[in-house]
């Protein structure tokens, strides 16, 4: 079966501008993670869905970053006003069920963000 | 709030060399997870470990628990060219429902 899906795998935009970017979980995956990587560093928790809704969005790092989740499925990231530090790897992964029941979490291939 | 530290950073190493990478936690886990991520890929699970004092083995890997839950190992005996990579452990807290990785310890392998 297809694992999870990231686009686009690579962005490049100005400073300023808004960035959205989209993860489709595996089927029947009901919880979801973003993360951000930058490189040689670890994985920085920003927010996890179980369903449509975000239990846990403590690791936004700003009012900047908002995500959503429709129909227990696609979720989208967006980034206004993108600065130079938002320059990562975006990582996205879903489970079969929440962090609570101790599932493994399957990762896409991430969206290289780059803010020129 | 719950942090989880990894030592090594980096590791070189010689092909057929043991190598071992640690993680420790600042609060009690309810289990850790480890994740191996190739060069440009992303992180893929490898095991979870859930008791304390746990030991798992998968080939040439063996992964520990601690018996106090608040640290774990990864031991890989003769290391081989395709080990290369990033070893991460990630961690949840017994209320907390989510996972906190560590930094990761970068291995290569001089063939």
């Known amino acids: 079966g297809a694992g999870v899906s990231q686009s686009p795998s690579n962005k490049v935009t100005e400073k300023g501008k808004d960035v959205e970017l989209r993860c489709d979980p595996i089927s029947g995956h009901t919880a979801l993670y973003w993360y951000r990587q930058s490189l040689g560093q670890g994985l920085e928790f920003l927010i996890y869905f179980q369903g449509n809704s975000a239990p846990d969005k403590s690791g936004l790092p700003s009012d900047r970053f908002s995500a959503e989740r429709t129909g227990g499925s696609v979720s989208t990231l967006t980034i206004q006003r993108t600065q130079q530090e938002d320059s990562a790897v975006y990582l996205c992964a879903s489970s079969l069920v929440g962090v609570a029941n101790n599932q493994p979490q399957h990762f896409g291939d991430g969206t290289r963000l780059s803010i020129l | 709030g719950q942090q989880v530290m990894q030592i090594p950073q980096y590791q070189h190493v010689q092909e057929g060399e043991d190598f071992t990478t640690y993680c420790n936690s600042s609060t009690t886990l309810s289990n850790i997870q480890w994740y191996k991520q190739r060069p440009g890929g992303h992180p893929v699970f490898l095991i979870q470990?859930?008791?304390?004092?746990e030991v798992k083995k998968q080939k040439r890997l063996t992964f520990q628990f601690g018996e106090a839950k608040k640290n774990s190992s990864l031991h890989i005996t003769a290391t081989q060219t395709t080990d290369v990579g990033t070893y991460f452990c990630a961690g949840k807290g017994g209320s907390n429902y989510k996972l906190t990785f560590g930094k990761g310890t970068l291995l290569t392998v001089n063939p």
């Open positions: 470990l859930v008791k304390s004092g």
